[in-house]
């Protein structure tokens, strides 16, 4: 038996407020007017998939040990990079093991549901245990329903053998080219065909049928669906296709569409892992995804799934909110207005890529370097230590410092240096057993900072090379917010 | 065992640009302004220079490379002219190097200059610029008042000090510094502000308003140095002489370490240490008559009154808030006007420092002059930001003192 044996899940700070989008662009598009209600989860501007693919799976690996991780999979339609192993960035900023298997999925909105399937018959074949992420930053134009309906996330998921807390009962997958929206290689937006056509031949037809068929298959009776998990942007379809499919109203899932938004090929994953939080044992999960075809996955929670949920997960981020009224923020933050950046934004920020594969576990891993004759701990690591007890040459062994909590030594609030959100906070920070750095201190509330505000570290965009189009990676700071949900 | 450089070398001459935007001159008009100045000051031709050193911080805006730029622009006859750089603190390194050149032997006179034309980046505050290839991936370029603004947050959470009572006492700084400035014909700015406009003024990055900076302007000083028994020879009767040269740079400690709080400069604790063993100087709050320090920003300034022993740790505010460093205190700081009011142009500030000691001392300082006679003048000259700098101590004084 394979199953899932853990999984996360990440959703960005920020919180477009839709009626704040519908009070800037309603005048322009007034039939839009029903979607002015609830939030949606977007992008800071140092956020991509892959930055919210490592928080999605750091959330789910908390507390874990890494070392089994053999493979780590990413499905996404807006992966940073067309042609750079997007997992492996993944892989890296995890600091797993050189001998990791990684590979990147597109193509559909279905892709992250066919890697997960593809996970549990590669970690039945012998694969080792797979590390499944989805993550989507997904950009609609300006004034339009998928701006509304759209959200950023992500999800993670570890498949290994075993039942794990929701075993696999079985898959049931077709490939049909039917389009109901297309993007071309190099195109931001989506271009979509009629809803009403979407809705009863796609999700009416396709999307049931397959879900009936692999019911049939698997010998399963769709009124003992306890949770429904499908992923859409057009409302109220969930409730469609169950009802369409005989599954009960009950099991469908919340598609979290009034405070996320949809999250294009990571939302089913981000919904299972939703589901996944508050499931009890014994509990039957249909996930689907749909995009050129359809994927049913079957999942029966167990015993194990109690306690399971013990880190942040989609709630925990759900409510670590910041909500946004700020319509041209939203814009700014997605790329889709070009604000005056000033003179101070013309530095080359050109990659050095020697220097970067040099120095990769210090700037994709944040590992430091703890001196094995005292015990200083430093970053990064350098051939003498920073310790002023010894004079100690090549003496660092490997510390990852990503996952240790910080606190702030010094910090500042600076209106001159070019950031995309001023004023950037940055100061010197102290890691608990050690370690400091200059860091940049983002997603900084209301609240502020303080001398020894708690800190925890992720994974951000640096900075943006728009010359040659790469994105810098490395990690900042965030205040530790206490959430009333987790301990 | 090393003697020092107390009183081997004395200043023959030297000359200060006017600071300020100097949008119709070039770096060669200013140059060539400070060194005639120096040089008739001297009484020598340019011919009995032996050698040269060159400060200068930025690159990309400015003049470039090597030592030519100042070789071409004063005609220096074929002369090693070496370019040194080491951030804020290049003037008083080519002071530095131009001193010790003296004091080897190897030459009789020596030449130390800086200049730096700022104002052809098109923007205000210091130029953006890498800081490395490794630095520029984990670390964070940052702006200068970002950095130098988290000495305020560090002081106060050391001391326990409020808010409102840290922006005065650095406000006091700036308006203090702005009425010596008025007083400065070589000044960029010579306008006195009030508190009220101090306290008032936008945040650059709190708690450092406007006039909490200073400002970027172009300038050039430079020094012209000997033994004592040249200058004699050559006429001067009076002669200031070094007494102390001290630089220590920061070896990560800060940054990577564990222990620095953020409040103080470990590098100007000790430079100032060894400035004034170096001296001869026990009690530098009595003893020093004079201070010109990098006020980059006003909360600098504040916090080097404590690292250079003058004030007690944690005694700053109230030293600056009674006027102790006044232009009619017990030890004036700035009496020039400083950066804040000169502006920064990188290569020329430690350099324009020792001249404000020079000219009081030589009782050349015209309506800023002090009447007490000043015997010792202390100038800091500080490169890089808090967690990671160049700390330079300067001190002159009267030949014999």
């Known amino acids: ?487 | 065992m090393a003697s020092g450089i107390r009183d081997k070398v004395a200043i023959l001459g030297m000359g200060c640009a006017k600071f300020g935007e100097r949008w119709s001159d070039s770096a060669e008009d200013l140059a060539v302004e400070a060194f005639e100045e120096a040089l008739a000051d001297a009484n020598i031709d340019v011919s009995q220079i032996g050698a040269a050193w060159l400060g200068v911080a930025f690159d990309t805006v400015n003049i470039g490379p090597s030592g030519i730029p100042l070789a071409m622009a004063l005609r220096l006859p074929n002369m090693p002219v070496t370019k040194v750089e080491n951030y804020c603190a290049s003037g008083s390194e080519a002071f530095r190097g131009a001193v010790y050149a003296v004091a080897s032997g190897a030459v009789d006179i020596a030449l130390a200059f800086g200049v730096e034309k700022l104002k052809d980046t098109g923007y205000g505050g210091l130029p953006v610029r890498t800081r490395g290839t490794n630095w520029d991936m984990v670390g964070v370029v940052g702006s200068a008042p970002g950095h130098f603004a988290q000495l305020a947050s560090a002081y106060r959470a050391k001391y326990g000090i409020e808010k409102d009572l840290l922006k005065r006492a650095i406000a006091h700084v700036s308006v203090k510094s702005h009425d010596n400035g008025a007083k400065n014909p070589k000044a960029h700015l010579r306008k006195r502000v009030t508190m009220d406009q101090v306290m008032n003024a936008p945040y650059i990055a709190e708690p450092l308003g406007l006039f909490d900076c200073c400002g970027v302007s172009d300038g050039a000083a430079c020094a012209i140095v000997t033994t004592p028994e040249i200058a004699r020879a050559l006429g001067k009767s009076e002669l200031v002489t070094v007494k102390a040269l001290a630089v220590s740079t920061s070896n990560g400690w800060e940054l990577q370490g564990s222990g620095w709080d953020g409040s103080y400069f470990l590098n100007t604790r000790v430079a100032a240490k060894a400035a004034y063993q170096e001296a001869g100087i026990t009690n530098p709050r009595e003893q020093l008559s004079l201070m010109e320090v990098h006020d980059c920003f006003s909360v600098t300034e504040l916090v080097t009154m404590e690292d250079l022993g003058v004030s007690e740790d944690g005694g700053a505010i109230k030293d600056v808030l009674d006027g102790v460093f006044d232009a009619d205190g017990k030890i004036p700081c700035q009496i020039d006007g400083g950066l804040k009011c000169f502006g920064h142009p990188i290569g020329a500030s430690g350099l324009r420092m020792i001249y404000e000691n020079y000219l009081q001392i030589l009782g050349r300082a015209g309506e800023r002059q002090r009447a007490d006679e000043p015997v010792f003048g202390l100038s800091h000259n500080l490169g890089g930001m808090p967690n990671q700098n160049v700390s330079a101590v300067v001190i002159v004084g009267r030949d014999g003192a």
Not at chain 1, 86 to 94: D, F, W
Not at chain 1, 236 to 255: F, L
Not at chain 1, 349 to 369: F, N
Request: hydrophobic letters at 40%.
């Open chain 1, 1 to 487: 038996m394979v199953g899932i044996h853990a999984f996360g899940g990440y959703v960005p700070r920020q919180r477009l407020q839709r009626n704040a989008a519908y009070a800037a662009t309603g005048w322009f598009a007034p039939g839009l007017k029903g979607f002015a209600k609830g939030e949606r989860a977007f992008c800071s501007w140092d956020e991509d998939a892959v930055t919210m693919a490592v928080e999605a799976a750091r959330d789910c690996l908390a507390g874990r040990d890494r070392s089994a991780i053999a493979r780590v999979v990413l499905a996404s339609t807006s992966h940073p990079f067309a042609d750079r192993q997007n997992s492996t960035i993944v892989k890296e900023a995890l600091f797993l093991s050189d001998a990791t298997a990684a590979l990147d999925v597109s193509g559909s909105k279905r892709s992250a549901t066919s890697a997960l399937i593809d996970a549990f018959h590669a970690v039945a074949g012998g694969a080792g245990d797979t590390l499944c992420v989805a993550a989507e930053r997904n950009v609609a134009k300006a004034g339009s329903e998928g701006e509304y309906n759209s959200g950023h996330g992500a999800a993670s998921v570890v498949v290994s053998k075993g039942d794990g807390c929701a075993k696999l009962i079985g898959t049931h997958s077709v490939s049909i080219d039917f389009v109901d929206h297309f993007r071309k290689e190099g195109e931001t937006f989506d271009y979509g065909w009629e809803a009403r056509w979407v809705r009863e031949e796609g999700y009416g037809k396709i999307v049931v049928s397959t879900i009936v068929a692999a019911l049939e298959k698997l010998g399963i009776d769709a009124k003992k669906i306890d949770h429904f998990v499908l992923g859409s942007s057009m409302p109220k379809i969930s409730e469609y296709v169950a009802q369409g499919s005989g599954i009960r109203p009950e099991a469908v899932a919340d598609t979290l569409g009034g405070v996320l938004g949809d999250a294009g090929a990571a939302q089913p994953l981000i919904l299972l892992s939703h589901i996944l939080e508050r499931a009890t044992p014994g509990q039957l999960i249909m996930v689907v995804g749909f995009g050129g075809g359809c994927d049913v996955i079957l999942l029966e929670t167990t015993a194990a799934i109690v306690g399971a949920a013990h880190a942040r997960g989609i709630s925990g981020y759900l409510e670590d909110r910041a909500p946004v009224d700020n319509y041209v923020k939203y814009l700014a933050f997605s790329g889709l207005i070009d604000l005056d950046k000033g003179m101070r934004a013309e530095l080359d920020q050109k990659p050095i890529l020697t220097a970067q594969y040099r120095e990769r576990k210090s700037v994709l891993g944040l590992v430091g370097g703890k001196c094995t004759q005292t015990g200083a701990v430093q970053f990064p690591k350098s051939p003498v230590s920073i310790s002023r007890e010894a004079r100690a040459i090549h003496t660092q062994e490997d510390y990852p410092l990503a996952e240790l909590p910080a606190k702030i030594v010094t910090f500042t609030a600076d209106y001159l240096m070019f950031s995309p959100s001023p004023p950037a906070y940055y100061g010197n920070i102290e890691f608990d057993g050690g370690g400091r750095m200059l860091a940049e201190i983002v997603d900084v509330g209301e609240e502020g900072l303080e001398i020894g505000t708690q800190l925890r570290m992720v994974f951000r965009i640096k900075a943006i090379d728009d010359r040659r189009g790469f994105s810098q990676y490395f990690w900042k700071a965030v205040p530790e917010r206490r959430l009333s949900t987790k301990s």
